[in-house]
Structure formats: C-alpha cells, structure tokens
C-alpha cells in the first residue's frame, strides 16, 4: 500500500513537472515515505532522516518531506526533530502534495472523508502488473495496530472509479492487476449504491487484456461465501488467499480484538482448499504477543501444522502507539518473542519447502514479469498461487503467460524450464 502511495505522489510530482531521479544529490524534492506498522520500520526512518541531513546541508535548496504514517502519527513534531523537513503529508492528504511543495514548514493531516473520490494521477514503476487501491483505512482495531489511526476510517473508492482505473490499465497493455485494502472482504460496507466487493470482482473480470486479478488483505471475520463463489467463477481471478490468522490460540485472538476463534479461521481453510483446487493460502503471524504463555504459543505451532500454509509473513509482537494492546498487563521480553519468532519460522520453512517439492515436475502457468532480480542470466514469472519461478529465457516473454516446467525449489522461489515456444525459440 505504501509503495503504491509513491508511485501516485511520484504522479501529482511528474504533473508539476517533475521527474525521478535515483540519486538524492540530484533531487529537488525527497520525500520519504514511512511505514509505522512495526518500532523496526520506524526507527529506520529516523536514521534515513539523519542522513538526509547532509544532503541538505550540501544543497540548502533541495526540500525533504515525511509521508505516510509516521507522518500522520508525529505530525508537526517532525519539524521540531528535524528541522531540515519542509513538509508533512498523511496518507490521507495525497492530494495536497502539489500545494505543499509551495510553501514552506507546512503540514497537511487532516481526516479527509472525500479522499475515496479523488482521481490521483499515478506514476507507476511496472508495466505489466499494477497495484490499485479499492478502499482506504480501517475499522477493525486490532488491539496490537496502529493502521486505524494512522490511515484513518475505512472508506471505499466507488466501484465506477475503480473500473475506470483498471479500463485504462487494460488499455495500457497491463496483465495483472492487485487490488489493495486493509480488509477487501468490507469494500463497499460506506457505499450507498450496496456494491460488495464480489461485485467488484465481477465487474472488473470483464475488462479485456487483464488477465489475471488479485488481492489483499482478506480479514477471516468478513470472509464470505460468496468470495469462494468467486473464485470458483472468475478465471481470471487468482487462487490465492492471503488470510492473516495471527495467533493460533482463542484467548490470544480474543486479547488482539481479531473477531474469530482458530476453529473457524480452520473452516475456512478446509471450506476453501475443498473447493478451490490446488489454492494458496498465505498468512501473517505475530508472536509474544502480550500475555501470550508457552501454551498459547504452541498453538499457533499446532495451527500452522495443521494448515499448512503456502507462505507465511511472521512479525515479533511491536508496542505501537496508542493502540489498546499497549495497555495489557504481561507484555513479554524481547528474548521471549524472538525465540519463538525463530521458531515459527524454521518450522514455516520446512512446511514451504515440502509443499514446493510436491510440485517439482508439475506443468504451471506463470505470467512473466521480467528479468530475475537475483540472477540476471534468467527471467522470473509468478505462478497464479503467488510463487516466484525463475527460468531461463529471453526477453520477448516479458508480459507473456506461458507454461513452465517445475524443475527444482529453492528457499524462496522455484526453478522452471518453459515449455511453450514461439516462432522456434524457446521463451
Ligand atoms: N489489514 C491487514 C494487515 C495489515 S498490517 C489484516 O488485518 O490482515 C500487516 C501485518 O502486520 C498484520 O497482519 C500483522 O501480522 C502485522 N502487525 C501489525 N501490527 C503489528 C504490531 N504492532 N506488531 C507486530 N506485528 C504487527
Ligand atoms: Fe490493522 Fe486489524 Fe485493520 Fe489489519 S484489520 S489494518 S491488523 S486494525
């Protein structure tokens, strides 16, 4: 979400004339973007802020901004820290970027209910697939999240503006799109024309040229049947399901405000992997979460046994501001967390690495997405369930959908050999 955020200031800036450049002593504007949803990311920014502070002192003109959460969460506090800052813009006041870089020491935060219908021109930095965000905000407080008061309340884009968005990715040769949200399964829940997210599913299967569609994040609370329904309908529409389940154990799920027990976050993994062949399911963990005992802990080792997920992101529980968690008795030592944040990991890598050598030999479509980041003698394409397939190939396949063969697995991704041709060389 918050690379998505760059790519549309990267679009208002480019509308003013600007255009981007990699290297800091040339820029005339730096704005950095920042995630709060962890301490770790937040004393990252502080550090890339400090040397920042040398740019600035080599070139007084260039102007240095603060986005995104950090942003809205410190406000003009930020100016007091670092006065090198000219500018402070929440993730809800995109749109006066243009004005802000006017003026000087000026900050724009305010709730702004009508973000969900402006039209924010957008730079993107891929041209096959794209990222388009369908709502804003959240509703949910967690008790461990910062995200509802940093991104304010959840609010949806209307379904015509969405389309709109996606027609001209269509039209601009894109293939895949990955619609954005805190929690999708709620898109529309503010709208007044009652459009549900499946609708919007439906409506933008239609549009030629995108061949495939994705999305996160699914709550498990707001999950519905007829999502399932959708999946089993929408070719185009990815069998993948990122459903964060958190913890394994109900006292701790009850404690984080999730809204649903293991048993039911159970049956919907039955209910979609009976339904959906061969789906995907990713899912974020957190551990020593406060209070959370060695018994808790082990049910989430129980539950990430039982479901086998394809993929898991697991984060250390991470005091945020203002949140209610802050306010629970027992918080739990860093050595508590990491260990068994080591834990959770080594157990995920071995269930991902099984699961990857159970399709070793197995014919897989893959939509290519260009050059292979790590090796630059071979392309990389994704399967239609999220996973990376690195191959040897040419070029000409970027953007192409083609058929590879699964030839081995490697700790984060898969090796292929395709087995389409096109005009007798391979691709
Ligand atoms: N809206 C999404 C999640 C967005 S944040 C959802 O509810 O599924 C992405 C992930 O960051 C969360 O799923 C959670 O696992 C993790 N996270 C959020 N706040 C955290 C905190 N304070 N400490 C550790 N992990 C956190
Ligand atoms: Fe945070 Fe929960 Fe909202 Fe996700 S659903 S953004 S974890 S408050």
Known sequence: ?????????????????YSLTERPEDADLIILNTCSIREKAEHKFYSDLGRLRVVKKKNPEVKIGVSGCIAQQEGERIFKKAPHVSLILGPQNLTSLSELIEVDRRSSLEDRPDYAKAEI????????????????????????????????????RPLTDIFREVEGLSQAGYKEVTLLGQNVNSYGRNLEDGTDFTELLYRLHDLKG??????????????SERLIKAMKELPKL???MHLPLQAGSD???NLMNRGYTYRDYKEMADKLRSEIP????????????????????????V???????????????SKRPNTSA???????????KAERFSRVLDIQDYITLEKNRGIIGKNIEILVEGKSKTDNDKMTGRTRTNKIVNFIGNIESKGKIIMVKISGTRHNSLDGEPLDFAQGKPL
């Not at 020593?288 to 049910?299: L, M, N, R, V, W």
């Not at 539950?303 to 529980?317: N, P, Q, S, T, W």
């Not at 802050?326 to 508590?336: A, M, R, T, V």
Request: glycine fraction near 6%.
């Open 210 to 223: 995108i061949e495939r569609i994705r999305f996160v994040t699914s709550h498990p609370k707001d999950f």
């Open 278 to 301: 061969d789906v995907a399911i990713t899912t974020d963990i957190i551990t020593g979460f406060p209070e959370e005992t060695e018994e808790d802990f082990e049910k989430t080792i």
């Open 303 to 317: 539950a990430l046994r039982e479901i086998r997920f394809d993929g898991i992101f697991v984060f250390k529980y």
């Open 251 to 253: 006292r701790i799920l």
């Open 121 to 156: 021109p957008t730079r993107r930095l891929d041209n096959i697939k794209a990222w388009v965000s369908i709502m804003y905000g959240c509703n949910n407080f967690c008790s461990y999240c910062v995200v509802p008061y940093t991104r304010g309340r959840e609010r949806s």
């Open 326 to 336: 802050l306010l629970l008795p027992g918080h739990l030592q860093d050595e508590i």
């Open 238 to 240: 990815c069998e993948h």
């Open 1 to 17: 979400m918050n690379f998505h955020d760059s790519e549309r200031m990267a679009g208002i800036l480019e509308t003013e004339g």
